[in-house]
């Protein structure tokens, strides 16, 4: 865990949904003050409290910060699976962000990358995509995704 801030990055408040609201993912929070943050922070809902990208997480550069990589990295709570949700088209096949995504392969980790509507599963060594898509779904399952 870091003390790290999110700054002028707000992507999780369009890339993630919030229940509470029943906002859907790819749509702005209606509470989003682009560059400036949250308008109700004192009082947003719990799972924007309790929400925590990769980037925040981990003890990752601050070029990895989605608003700049144009990636979102959002782990699984089983910790083999890592959704990159792509903000700015093809990124996730750019630098920095596909270099973090081989190191996450190399992790033993499956990566589900999303960029619109293309969506890829890659998948690490020693595993096969069957493995790594079981892990996901139960993964989605568990947060009632589905
Ligand atoms: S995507 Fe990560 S860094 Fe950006 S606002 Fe959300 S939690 Fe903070
Ligand atoms: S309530 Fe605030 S933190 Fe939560 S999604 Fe909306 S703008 Fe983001």
């Given at each position: 865990m870091t003390d790290k801030k999110c700054g002028e990055c707000s992507l999780c408040c369009l890339m993630t949904h919030t229940p509470e609201f029943r906002r859907p993912v790819g749509v702005w929070c209606q509470h989003c003050k682009q560059?400036?943050?949250?308008?109700i922070y004192t009082v947003r809902p719990e799972s924007c409290v309790n929400y925590k990208c990769m980037w925040l997480m981990e003890?990752?550069?601050?070029?990895?910060?989605p608003d700049k990589c144009g990636v979102l990295f959002d782990v699984l709570r089983n910790h083999k699976t890592v959704v990159a949700i792509t903000a700015r088209p093809g990124a996730w096949r750019e630098e920095p962000a596909y270099n973090t995504i081989l190191h996450l392969l190399k992790e033993d980790r499956g990566v589900y990358a999303v960029d619109g509507e293309e969506k890829n599963l890659l998948v690490p060594e020693g595993r096969t995509p069957e493995q790594v898509w079981y892990d996901l779904m139960k993964a989605v399952k568990e947060l009632g995704l589905t």
């Open positions: 560059g400036e943050g949250c308008t003890d990752w550069p601050e070029f990895l910060r």
